[in-house]
């Protein structure tokens, strides 16, 4: 369970996030809305230890305390940023990544995961030559290589053709069934609402709506939508 | 420990692979020798005594270059968010860049060491081991400070003016204290006078080196 109290994050005289509430259950998979500059990726980035909420509580239990290293473990996060080395090839990589992740970093194991997204026969070439959705199932890869509990995707769609938005969402779907916890930004209305259980508008760097799917249908989530970001 | 050295491989791989850092350290450091060779030319009898310091510039002018591209690679693609993301403390990240930084640094200082004997026409092999020891040293005073400083610097806009602003202040009692070691080597016969420069290096290269490690983790979280 996550729970985030009065949470506040300034940067200088900006508030990205003001007194911010929300609580996660254990399996809830929930996409994130609101316009550029919401406070989305800012709530990600604290939850995923990245950054120093400036107030306010984080605990991820069992922990009573902010993302310690341990909890990192259980955490998978995944932004537009790939977090890939451009100069080394998608197998040193992955295998960089399991080495600090405490995961097998044996050819084979890595080999599969690269099967799993789409790349095999790809493994020996240099990042830099992949494209950009490419690049985004390589960093999918990477950032589920330890089987987390936990989810957070920040736009993670961003560069992907329709067959990997197709492989990805067959992911998130696996992984609901297997009991992970997702939150996700997301920008497009209906795939974020197709994939969730539990839609949440931020709008000023506060909750401005956090309904389960099953009260609304999309085109009335997508009125209330538009009339809240207006 | 298997963390640090993932850390160290990986970029020692990318540096052989790109060559990025020690090509410009190399050029920058021998450029510095080639113009003191110029300009010190005439003196013959004394250029001994030059020496020490004009090495030292030579290692941190490259050094200082070295470390502006430490962080590069972590900038790019938000490397450096997957680091912070592994379940370990982010020391071990400290000090797996501090370790890539050290050993790019002593790659560069010998290749310099080697081609100031030559400009310098200089002969010490009898003196190398305590040349080693003070140059190891040195260097790792300087990478134990500049890794830390490098991770300030590289989220700023002038992290090219701003790394070497912050460091050189910072490292001036190793610098001094190497710049000295290495004048007693080269120019006095009484061995026993390096403790002094030897044991201040020390001293401040732990207390930099500790103080840098339990540092990072707030330097790198915004």
Request: charge should be positive; aromatic fraction near 10%; glycine fraction near 8%.
């Amino acid at each position: 369970m996550i729970e985030v109290r009065n949470l506040a994050k300034h940067f200088g005289r900006f508030s990205a996030l003001r007194n911010l509430n929300l609580t996660v259950s254990d399996g809830d998979f929930i996409s994130l809305f609101g316009k550029n500059g919401a406070g989305k990726t800012t709530l990600l980035r604290i939850l995923a230890g990245l950054s120093r909420p400036s107030s306010g509580e984080l605990y991820i239990k069992p922990s009573r305390q902010a993302p310690s290293r341990f909890i990192r473990g259980r955490i998978g996060y995944l932004s537009h940023d790939t977090s890939l080395y451009m100069d080394l090839t998608a197998l040193e990589n992955l295998r960089f990544y399991a080495r600090l992740m405490d995961v097998p970093a044996n050819a084979p194991a890595l080999s599969e995961r690269m099967k799993q997204v789409g790349l095999s026969g790809r493994e020996r070439d240099p990042v830099r030559s992949f494209s950009r959705g490419m690049q985004q199932r390589l960093a999918i890869a990477r950032a589920f290589l330890h089987d987390p509990d936990i989810l957070l995707l920040d736009e993670p769609f961003t560069g992907l053709d329709s067959s990997g938005g197709d492989f990805f969402k067959d992911y998130l779907a696996s992984a609901r069934a297997g009991g992970k916890t997702c939150i996700m930004a997301i920008h497009d209305f209906r795939l974020g609402y197709e994939i969730a259980d539990r839609l949440v508008v931020i709008n000023g760097g506060t909750i401005a709506l956090d309904i389960p799917k099953s009260s609304l249908n999309y085109e009335q989530f997508h009125e209330k939508l538009k009339h809240l970001l207006a | 420990m298997y963390k640090i050295w993932a850390i160290f491989r990986k970029d020692l791989i990318i540096e052989f692979r790109t060559k990025d850092s020690l090509t410009s350290m190399l050029f920058f450091g021998i450029v510095v020798l080639v113009i003191f060779n110029f300009a010190l030319g005439s003196l013959h009898e004394t250029i001994r005594s030059a020496v020490p310091g004009v090495l030292w510039v030579a290692f941190t002018f490259s050094g200082t270059l070295g470390l502006n591209r430490l962080f590069a690679a972590e900038k790019e693609n938000g490397c450096l968010q997957g680091l912070l993301m592994i379940p370990a403390d982010r020391g071990a990240i400290y000090l797996g860049k501090m370790l890539a930084s050290f050993i790019f640094m002593l790659i560069a200082e010998a290749v310099i060491f080697i081609i100031g004997l030559v400009l310098f026409n200089l002969t010490v092999w009898a003196e190398i081991p305590y040349l080693l020891l003070v140059f190891v040293i040195g260097t790792l005073g300087f990478s134990a400070v500049g890794t830390l400083l490098s991770a300030i610097a590289v989220n700023t806009r002038l992290r090219e003016v701003l790394l070497p602003l912050m460091l050189f202040p910072v490292i001036l009692p190793i610098l001094i204290s190497a710049v000295e070691a290495t004048d007693i080597i080269l120019n006095a016969a009484d061995y026993r006078a390096l403790k002094l420069p030897l044991t201040i290096m020390t001293a401040f290269t732990i207390l930099f080196g500790t103080i840098s490690c339990l540092l990072f983790e707030r330097v790198l979280e915004e």
